[in-house]
């Protein structure tokens, strides 16, 4: 008689993507001795932190929690030099990562997933590289992180500049000359941010081209006081549990009431606290900035009125005044002298609003005003956000119906972790989870531990494969949405919702519920026999 039984995997799982998500998935799957094999575009470990080495590349969440806390020998023994750490060093702590626990053995680098098809009657997905090779898992990963896929924007003549082009987001490994150089800089969000000041005290001239101003907070940048780091590796564990019950995982100042019902003079006095502090915790000054539009007002006033202070040119200063949205509902940026970098005598501020770009020409930028003659373009424009470096793998369900097609209204997922329709395949910080409006590894942990998890309770129950029904997805999508809709967030055309992306259906993206509560519902489901999958059991 033929042999019926299904065919053998290649290995149990594939993973795609070597950054924080993808080392901690392969790390936990090898620990409960599952065969797995990781590919990563990239020709070392890091994801997002291996691409992104544009200068003054750098962290908006301390060094401390911007880490692993799985194992605690890692988290001691980790020295973190800054309150923000940098590129370089948050590379270094996920190359030591990869090296501590050996993980380096089962990552194929340089080599880039271009497809991923689901087959019905094996059971298995079949992975396909820009290599040729082809690998068979029972189950998928995808790792690829929500801030990872590059974009370029649609410009007139963008590729026939003459001179020096760059992306933040693939800067070379060796680094970029400016000296000397007459550079132009297209983007003024959080690389672009980070990168001005730097470049601007190399370059021969900087010009900056900028569209939508945003709200940029002084980072106060320091080296991390002698003990300070050893006190907080002995509170580690509480800090830990904090970090995993906040709403946005991280640790912040408690608001101080609410702005509104606070004295002008008394406001006032809190935002300067906070400004002078530096971070993400000015926007959580006052418990009602980001859910009252007058409320949030104040708050934005008093960032327009620090920047009337410190540019010292009256028309500059007011074309980076921000406006026509709250602040916070696009991403706020952290920086460091980036307004004071405005009075320098080598740097021009070009208000796109005002003088828009016509076409880019071999000689440098045409705008309605004039040429504007560049030796180097950096775009610091960003990314397909949450979900391009997925659509850019060929993704196939059941039927031999692609993502592309089933995301193209909008994504669509259960828990932000799977998609309806495609058995055996788990998304990290995907659409539909708090992801990118939180300290990012901390949501990765728990993505990680409750994916793992899941895997195993397939093992022991016999479960060949499981997804995400319809109706599970359904309500989980307008359970995001309702959060959303009365939110501030939603007055901002912002990447959150795709707005940066011509084309790109306008849904609001992340999970705004908050880590902690988010955290509780995937508990909740995982205890009531992962409600919401439906499963087909191994024949017999």
């Not at 309770?457 to 959060?483: N, Y």
């Not at 995982?526 to 024949?539: C, I, K, L, N, V």
Request: charged fraction near 20%.
């Amino acid at each position: 008689m033929p042999n019926t039984a299904a065919p053998e995997p290649t290995y149990d799982v594939v993973v795609v993507g070597a950054g924080f998500a993808g080392l901690y998935t392969l790390h936990s799957l090898r620990q409960r001795g599952v065969s797995v094999r990781l590919f990563e575009a990239g020709d070392g470990v890091g994801g997002t932190w291996y691409w992104n080495r544009y200068p003054g590349a750098r962290c908006d969440v301390d060094s401390a929690d911007y880490s692993y806390s799985f194992d605690d020998a890692l988290q001691q023994e980790w020295e973190w030099t800054e309150r923000f750490p940098a590129q370089r060093e948050i590379l270094r702590y996920l190359e030591h990562v990869a090296d501590r626990f050996g993980l380096r053995e089962d990552i194929t680098f340089g080599t880039r997933v271009t497809s991923a098809h689901f087959d019905e009657t094996s059971g298995l997905w079949t992975i396909g590289t820009d290599g040729g090779d082809t690998v068979t898992a029972r189950w998928t990963v995808m790792a690829t992180g929500p801030l990872s896929a590059a974009r370029l924007p649609d410009i007139d003549g963008r590729d026939t500049f003459a001179g020096e082009v760059h992306h933040t987001a693939h800067w070379p490994a060796n680094g970029v000359d400016f000296t000397g150089k007459r550079v132009g800089v297209i983007g003024t969000g959080s690389s672009g941010v980070q990168a001005i000041p730097v470049i601007a005290d190399e370059a021969a001239h900087l010009t900056v081209f900028q569209r939508t101003p945003g709200f940029v907070i002084p980072a106060r940048n320091r080296p991390l006081a002698l003990g300070e780091l050893a006190e907080i590796k002995a509170d580690y564990p509480a800090r830990r549990q904090l970090q995993r019950e906040s709403h946005g995982g991280w640790i912040l100042p408690a608001p101080v009431g609410l702005a509104l019902e606070t004295a002008p003079e008394v406001r006032v006095k809190e935002y300067e606290t906070r400004w002078a502090a530096g971070g993400l915790a000015f926007q959580t000054t006052f418990g009602d900035i980001m859910m009252d539009a007058t409320a949030n007002e104040t708050a934005a006033e008093f960032v327009r009125s620090k920047i009337r202070e410190t540019v010292a040119d009256p028309v500059t200063a007011e074309a980076l005044c921000p406006r026509g949205y709250p602040l916070g509902t696009k991403r706020v940026c952290i920086g460091t002298d980036y307004y004071e970098t405005y009075n320098r005598d080598n740097v021009d501020l070009v208000d796109l609003r005002a003088t828009p770009i016509e076409r880019i020409v071999p000689e440098g930028i045409r705008t309605e005003s004039g040429l504007h003659e560049l030796d180097m373009i950096v775009y610091a424009t960003g990314f397909d956000a949450m979900t391009g470096a997925l659509g850019a793998i060929d993704i196939r369900g059941r039927g031999g119906v692609t993502l592309r097609e089933t995301w193209e209204a909008g994504p669509r997922t259960y828990l932000g972790v799977a998609v309806a329709g495609f058995p055996n395949l788990f998304v990290l910080a995907g659409p539909g989870s708090p992801s990118v409006l939180s300290n990012v590894v901390v949501s990765i942990e728990q993505h990680v531990e409750w994916v793992v998890d899941y895997l195993d309770h397939m093992r022991s129950t016999g479960t060949r494969f499981a997804e995400a029904t319809a109706e599970a997805q359904d309500q989980w999508v307008e359970h995001v949405t309702t959060i959303a809709e009365p939110s501030l967030y939603m007055r901002a055309d912002s990447w959150y919702l795709g707005a940066n992306v011509p084309g790109k259906p306008r849904i609001f993206m992340p999970y705004l519920g908050g880590v902690g509560n988010y955290r509780n519902l995937c508990g909740q489901i995982a205890a009531d026999g992962y409600r919401g999958f439906t499963t087909t059991a191994e024949p017999a």
